[in-house]
Protein backbone atom coordinates (compact mmCIF):
# COMPACT_ATOMS: atom_id res chain seq x y z
CA UNK A 1 0.00 0.00 0.00
CA UNK A 2 1.27 3.21 -1.17
CA UNK A 3 0.70 6.51 0.89
CA UNK A 4 0.69 9.71 0.70
CA UNK A 5 1.49 12.01 3.70
CA UNK A 6 1.41 16.12 3.99
CA UNK A 7 3.87 17.77 6.22
CA UNK A 8 2.17 20.30 8.46
CA UNK A 9 4.53 22.71 6.80
CA UNK A 10 2.65 22.66 3.59
CA UNK A 11 -0.93 23.74 5.23
CA UNK A 12 -3.69 26.47 3.54
CA UNK A 13 -5.93 26.49 6.52
CA UNK A 14 -4.55 25.91 10.00
CA UNK A 15 -5.38 21.83 10.21
CA UNK A 16 -5.25 20.72 6.60
CA UNK A 17 -2.93 20.74 3.35
CA UNK A 18 -2.47 23.57 1.23
CA UNK A 19 -4.65 22.54 -1.78
CA UNK A 20 -2.44 22.84 -4.60
CA UNK A 21 0.42 21.60 -2.94
CA UNK A 22 -1.38 18.62 -2.13
CA UNK A 23 -2.49 18.28 -6.10
CA UNK A 24 0.94 18.67 -6.90
CA UNK A 25 1.99 15.93 -4.84
CA UNK A 26 -0.71 13.74 -6.20
CA UNK A 27 -0.20 14.43 -9.47
CA UNK A 28 3.36 14.00 -9.17
CA UNK A 29 2.69 9.65 -8.36
CA UNK A 30 0.75 9.48 -11.41
CA UNK A 31 1.79 6.66 -13.85
CA UNK A 32 3.77 7.79 -16.63
CA UNK A 33 5.30 11.26 -17.03
CA UNK A 34 3.44 13.94 -15.32
CA UNK A 35 5.61 16.65 -16.84
CA UNK A 36 4.14 18.32 -20.37
CA UNK A 37 0.39 16.99 -19.70
CA UNK A 38 -2.20 18.21 -18.04
CA UNK A 39 -3.48 16.73 -14.94
CA UNK A 40 -6.58 17.55 -12.94
CA UNK A 41 -7.14 16.89 -9.41
CA UNK A 42 -10.36 17.55 -7.48
CA UNK A 43 -9.91 17.74 -3.68
CA UNK A 44 -13.49 16.16 -2.03
CA UNK A 45 -12.25 16.93 1.79
CA UNK A 46 -9.87 19.17 4.00
CA UNK A 47 -6.56 16.60 3.56
CA UNK A 48 -5.50 15.86 7.10
CA UNK A 49 -1.68 16.75 8.09
CA UNK A 50 0.90 14.43 8.75
CA UNK A 51 -1.32 11.80 8.58
CA UNK A 52 -0.31 8.60 5.80
CA UNK A 53 -3.12 8.45 3.40
CA UNK A 54 -3.53 5.55 1.31
CA UNK A 55 -2.89 6.08 -2.42
CA UNK A 56 -4.82 4.17 -5.05
CA UNK A 57 -3.99 3.69 -8.52
CA UNK A 58 -7.09 3.56 -10.87
CA UNK A 59 -8.07 3.30 -14.93
CA UNK A 60 -7.80 7.42 -14.99
CA UNK A 61 -5.25 8.09 -12.45
CA UNK A 62 -4.81 8.01 -8.64
CA UNK A 63 -6.89 8.65 -5.27
CA UNK A 64 -5.82 9.35 -1.84
CA UNK A 65 -8.13 8.64 1.51
CA UNK A 66 -8.78 8.89 4.95
CA UNK A 67 -10.73 7.04 7.18
CA UNK A 68 -12.52 5.66 4.04
CA UNK A 69 -13.76 8.93 2.76
CA UNK A 70 -12.20 10.11 -0.47
CA UNK A 71 -10.00 12.99 -0.41
CA UNK A 72 -8.76 13.85 -3.40
CA UNK A 73 -8.27 12.21 -7.75
CA UNK A 74 -6.39 13.03 -10.00
CA UNK A 75 -6.37 12.26 -13.81
CA UNK A 76 -4.76 13.45 -17.02
CA UNK A 77 -6.68 16.21 -18.48
CA UNK A 78 -8.44 16.47 -22.00
CA UNK A 79 -7.15 19.74 -22.30
CA UNK A 80 -4.58 22.06 -21.46
CA UNK A 81 -5.63 25.26 -18.66
CA UNK A 82 -5.56 28.12 -21.23
CA UNK A 83 -2.75 30.47 -19.97
CA UNK A 84 -3.47 34.11 -18.29
CA UNK A 85 -1.65 37.04 -20.35
CA UNK A 86 1.87 37.95 -18.98
CA UNK A 87 2.49 41.00 -16.65
CA UNK A 88 5.94 43.11 -16.59
CA UNK A 89 7.73 41.84 -13.70
CA UNK A 90 8.40 45.65 -12.53
CA UNK A 91 4.73 46.09 -12.22
CA UNK A 92 4.24 42.46 -10.70
CA UNK A 93 6.60 43.58 -8.03
CA UNK A 94 5.44 47.17 -7.36
CA UNK A 95 1.12 44.85 -6.71
CA UNK A 96 2.37 43.29 -4.01
CA UNK A 97 1.76 46.41 -1.79
CA UNK A 98 -1.68 45.93 -2.44
CA UNK A 99 -1.99 42.35 -1.81
CA UNK A 100 -5.40 42.50 0.09
CA UNK A 101 -4.14 39.58 2.39
CA UNK A 102 -1.94 42.05 4.09
CA UNK A 103 -5.38 43.65 5.46
CA UNK A 104 -7.41 40.79 5.67
CA UNK A 105 -6.55 36.93 5.61
CA UNK A 106 -9.11 34.35 5.91
CA UNK A 107 -5.72 31.78 6.68
CA UNK A 108 -2.63 33.96 7.24
CA UNK A 109 -0.56 30.99 7.87
CA UNK A 110 -0.92 29.83 4.37
CA UNK A 111 2.50 28.03 3.01
CA UNK A 112 1.97 29.69 -0.24
CA UNK A 113 0.30 33.17 0.00
CA UNK A 114 0.59 33.61 4.33
CA UNK A 115 1.48 36.67 5.37
CA UNK A 116 2.44 35.53 8.92
CA UNK A 117 5.16 32.42 7.16
CA UNK A 118 8.74 33.71 7.55
CA UNK A 119 10.89 34.20 4.31
CA UNK A 120 12.27 30.53 3.56
CA UNK A 121 9.52 29.02 4.84
CA UNK A 122 6.20 29.84 3.11
CA UNK A 123 6.66 30.93 -0.40
CA UNK A 124 5.28 34.61 0.68
CA UNK A 125 3.58 35.13 -2.69
CA UNK A 126 1.65 37.83 -2.33
CA UNK A 127 -0.49 38.86 -5.33
CA UNK A 128 -2.02 42.09 -6.22
CA UNK A 129 -4.15 44.05 -8.62
CA UNK A 130 -2.96 44.75 -11.89
CA UNK A 131 -6.05 45.17 -13.52
CA UNK A 132 -9.89 44.22 -13.80
CA UNK A 133 -10.11 40.86 -12.28
CA UNK A 134 -6.14 40.23 -12.32
CA UNK A 135 -3.89 40.14 -9.92
CA UNK A 136 0.13 39.21 -10.35
CA UNK A 137 3.47 38.92 -8.07
CA UNK A 138 6.86 38.27 -8.22
CA UNK A 139 8.52 34.61 -6.65
CA UNK A 140 11.82 33.79 -6.61
CA UNK A 141 11.61 29.61 -5.34
CA UNK A 142 14.36 28.73 -2.71
CA UNK A 143 12.85 24.93 -3.85
CA UNK A 144 11.85 23.41 -7.33
CA UNK A 145 9.38 20.63 -7.04
CA UNK A 146 6.07 19.60 -8.79
CA UNK A 147 4.16 20.07 -5.60
CA UNK A 148 5.69 23.44 -4.64
CA UNK A 149 5.14 24.40 -8.53
CA UNK A 150 1.27 23.49 -8.34
CA UNK A 151 1.09 25.39 -4.35
CA UNK A 152 2.41 28.46 -6.41
CA UNK A 153 -0.46 28.79 -9.16
CA UNK A 154 -2.83 27.98 -6.73
CA UNK A 155 -3.52 31.09 -4.25
CA UNK A 156 -2.78 33.52 -7.30
CA UNK A 157 -5.75 32.54 -9.06
CA UNK A 158 -7.86 32.59 -5.69
CA UNK A 159 -6.44 36.16 -4.61
CA UNK A 160 -8.00 37.30 -8.13
CA UNK A 161 -11.34 36.51 -6.82
CA UNK A 162 -12.63 38.53 -3.36
CA UNK A 163 -11.24 36.57 -0.94
CA UNK A 164 -11.74 39.22 1.76
CA UNK A 165 -15.37 39.30 1.19
CA UNK A 166 -16.07 35.58 -0.04
CA UNK A 167 -13.61 33.51 1.48
CA UNK A 168 -13.22 30.13 -0.96
CA UNK A 169 -10.95 26.81 -0.63
CA UNK A 170 -9.40 25.21 -3.81
CA UNK A 171 -12.02 22.24 -5.05
CA UNK A 172 -10.21 21.70 -8.65
CA UNK A 173 -7.26 22.19 -10.36
CA UNK A 174 -5.93 21.44 -13.46
CA UNK A 175 -2.25 21.93 -14.44
CA UNK A 176 0.20 21.92 -17.21
CA UNK A 177 4.07 21.95 -15.82
CA UNK A 178 6.55 22.69 -18.57
CA UNK A 179 9.28 22.55 -16.51
CA UNK A 180 10.33 23.50 -13.24
CA UNK A 181 11.45 26.54 -11.95
CA UNK A 182 15.10 27.11 -11.49
CA UNK A 183 15.79 28.15 -7.77
CA UNK A 184 17.39 31.95 -7.01
CA UNK A 185 15.37 33.02 -10.72
CA UNK A 186 13.08 35.51 -10.27
CA UNK A 187 9.22 34.46 -11.80
CA UNK A 188 6.01 36.26 -12.25
CA UNK A 189 2.59 34.48 -11.22
CA UNK A 190 -0.59 36.33 -13.34
CA UNK A 191 -3.92 34.96 -11.64
CA UNK A 192 -7.30 36.18 -13.56
CA UNK A 193 -10.79 35.70 -12.13
CA UNK A 194 -13.33 34.30 -15.09
CA UNK A 195 -16.29 33.77 -13.90
CA UNK A 196 -18.67 33.24 -11.03
CA UNK A 197 -21.51 30.80 -10.65
CA UNK A 198 -23.58 30.38 -7.63
CA UNK A 199 -20.69 29.15 -4.78
CA UNK A 200 -18.18 28.47 -7.30
CA UNK A 201 -15.50 31.17 -8.60
CA UNK A 202 -13.54 30.30 -11.68
CA UNK A 203 -10.01 31.36 -12.32
CA UNK A 204 -6.63 30.68 -13.58
CA UNK A 205 -3.18 31.28 -12.94
CA UNK A 206 0.17 31.20 -15.06
CA UNK A 207 3.61 31.22 -13.90
CA UNK A 208 6.26 33.18 -16.19
CA UNK A 209 10.31 33.45 -16.53
CA UNK A 210 12.76 35.52 -18.27
CA UNK A 211 10.97 36.70 -21.99
CA UNK A 212 7.27 35.70 -20.78
CA UNK A 213 7.76 31.96 -21.17
CA UNK A 214 5.14 29.87 -19.91
CA UNK A 215 6.73 27.79 -17.35
CA UNK A 216 3.31 26.27 -16.09
CA UNK A 217 -0.09 27.24 -16.04
CA UNK A 218 -3.15 26.25 -14.11
CA UNK A 219 -7.05 26.45 -14.08
CA UNK A 220 -8.72 26.22 -10.41
CA UNK A 221 -12.61 25.99 -9.24
CA UNK A 222 -12.76 27.36 -5.63
CA UNK A 223 -15.86 26.94 -3.27
CA UNK A 224 -16.62 29.63 -0.98
CA UNK A 225 -16.75 28.65 2.72
CA UNK A 226 -16.80 29.92 6.29
CA UNK A 227 -13.05 29.75 7.50
CA UNK A 228 -14.32 28.94 10.69
CA UNK A 229 -15.01 25.59 9.25
CA UNK A 230 -11.57 25.33 8.73
CA UNK A 231 -9.57 26.67 11.67
Known sequence: MTTLLVPHRFNGPPRSGNGGWVAGALAARLPGQSMGRAVTVTLRQP????????????ANGATISHDGGLVAEASYAEHAPTAVAPAPAREAAEAEASY?????????GCFVCGPARRPGDGLRIFPGAVGTD?????????ESTVPVTWAALDCTGGWSSDLEGRPSVLGRITVEVHRLPRTSERYVVVGEQRRLDGRKTFTAATLYGPGDEVVATAEHVWIAIDPEDFR
Open 47 to 58: PPLETPMPLTAT
Open 134 to 142: RVAATWTPY
Open 100 to 108: PGHRTHPFP
